[in-house]
C-alpha cells in the first residue's frame, strides 16, 4: 500500500505532520508493506530562485501579523513539535524550495528519498540552516546518502523539473490548498498534521478496504 505525501521543506506543519504518520506507522502491524513516497508542493513558488528573504517579514506581510502576533504562533508551534520530538529554532530566512524539490525526486529515484526528506527538513527547522542553493543542499544529500557530484550536476541543469510540475498539477487536481496532504492508497485523503491516532484509524481502514491492491 503506498501513501502519497504533498508537502514543502519550508513548511513546519509537513515536518509535525511527518513525524505523526511515522508514530503511526510504527504501530502499524503492516508497516514493513507501506511505501512512502513524498511529492512536490510549493507554498511560495514565486520565491526568487536567486536569493534568500527574511523569514519573519514575509509571514507578518502574508498574514497581517504584528511582531508580538508571530511571536506567539511560533512559540505554540516550537511547544508543538517538542512534542513530537522535534526541537525546533526557526532560522531568519526562506526561499525558493524548487531544487529542494527536484531533489527529492532524484533522492526517490536512488532509493533514499525518506533520508533526504529528514535531513533537509532537520536542517532547516532545527539548525537554522539554508537549503536554498547548491551550496547547502549538495553536503545535505550527501549525508542522507546521495553523491555530491550528482547533486550538484542536477542542480546545475533542469532534471526533474518536469516531476516537480506534475506533482503541482496532480496537487491542483485533487483540490490540494495546503499542505501537508496525504493520499493512502490513492483514495484516502487526509489534510494536515493530524495527530497519530487519526493516521493509525486511516492506515487501518484503508488496509481493511484494499480497492488497489
Not at 502491524?29 to 514575509?58: C, M, W
Request: aromatic fraction near 8%; proline fraction near 5%.
Amino acid at each position: 500500500m503506498r501513501i502519497d505525501v504533498w508537502s514543502d521543506i519550508v513548511c513546519p506543519w509537513c515536518y509535525i505532520g511527518r513525524r505523526r504518520l511515522q508514530r503511526a506507522l510504527a504501530a502499524f502491524e503492516h508497516r514493513q508493506e507501506i511505501e512512502v513516497v513524498y511529492r512536490s508542493f510549493q507554498l511560495n513558488p514565486a520565491a526568487p530562485k536567486d536569493r534568500t528573504s527574511d523569514r519573519a517579514a514575509g509571514l507578518m506581510a502574508k498574514y497581517g501579523l504584528a511582531p508580538a502576533d508571530l511571536e506567539a504562533m511560533e512559540a505554540r508551534l516550537v511547544g508543538i513539535a517538542k512534542d513530537e520530538g522535534l526541537d525546533f529554532h526557526l532560522g531568519p530566512v526562506t526561499g525558493n524550495t524548487f531544487d529542494a524539490h527536484r531533489l527529492l525526486h532524484l533522492a526517490r529515484e536512488r532509493g533514499v528519498q525518506d533520508a533526504v526528506v529528514e535531513r533537509l527538513f532537520r536542517a532547516y527547522f532545527c539548525e537554522q540552516g539554508s537549503i536554498f542553493d547548491a551550496g547547502s543542499l549538495a553536503p545535505l544529500a550527501t549525508e542522507a546518502g546521495l553523491p555530491e557530484n550528482d547533486v550538484r550536476s542536477m542542480i546545475a541543469g533542469d532534471t526533474y523539473a518536469d516531476a516537480v510540475a506534475r506533482d503541482v498539477a496532480e496537487a491542483g487536481a485533487l483540490r490540494v490548498r495546503g499542505v501537508p496532504f496525504f493520499l493512502i492508497d490513492g483514495r484516502l485523503a487526509l489534510s494536515g498534521a493530524q495527530p497519530a491516532e487519526v493516521f493509525g484509524r486511516a492506515l487501518e481502514q484503508a488496509w481493511l478496504e484494499p480497492a488497489s491492491r
